[in-house]
Nanobody, 122 residues
Framework: EVQLVESGGGLVQPGGSLRLSCAASGFTFSSYVSGWVRQAPGKGLEWVSSINVAGRSRVADSVKGRFTISRDNAKNTIHLEMNDLEPEDTAAYYC????????????????WGQGTQVTVSS
């Protein structure tokens, strides 16, 4: 059974930081591009970042310079380091996997996690 399990979400003040993690199982993680997609309240899915097997990454302009994606193929995990968080970053964050790089379109992701909530508020 394919599983992507996110963790690390929570409530943080503006300007704060969070580190999201995603543990993958049930498929050959090291053969897939991994990424993060978010959905703000009342809005559609928004691609955030992707990273390929070799560690090459792309990030959306809205988070460039603040968010960093990384992966550990040995541990089947990916992370999203989020700094200088803004209220506009409030969303459910989903871990996803794709065979396409950089997988900027949400329809390009094959496997999805259940999501973890990030709330940025004072």
């Amino acid at each position: 059974e394919v599983q992507l399990v996110e963790s690390g979400g929570g409530l943080v003040q503006p300007g704060g930081s969070l580190r999201l993690s995603c543990a993958a199982s049930g498929f050959t993680f090291s053969s897939y591009v991994s990424g993060w997609v978010r959905q703000a309240p009342g809005k559609g899915l928004e691609w955030v970042s992707s990273i390929n097997v070799a560690g090459r990454s792309r990030v959306a302009d809205s988070v460039k310079g603040r968010f960093t994606i990384s992966r550990d193929n040995a541990k089947n995990t990916i992370h999203l380091e989020m700094n200088d968080l803004e209220p506009e970053d409030t969303a459910a964050y989903y871990c996803a996997a794709s065979i396409i790089f950089p997988a900027r379109q949400t329809g390009e992701f094959e496997f999805w996690g259940q999501g973890t909530q990030v709330t940025v508020s004072s």
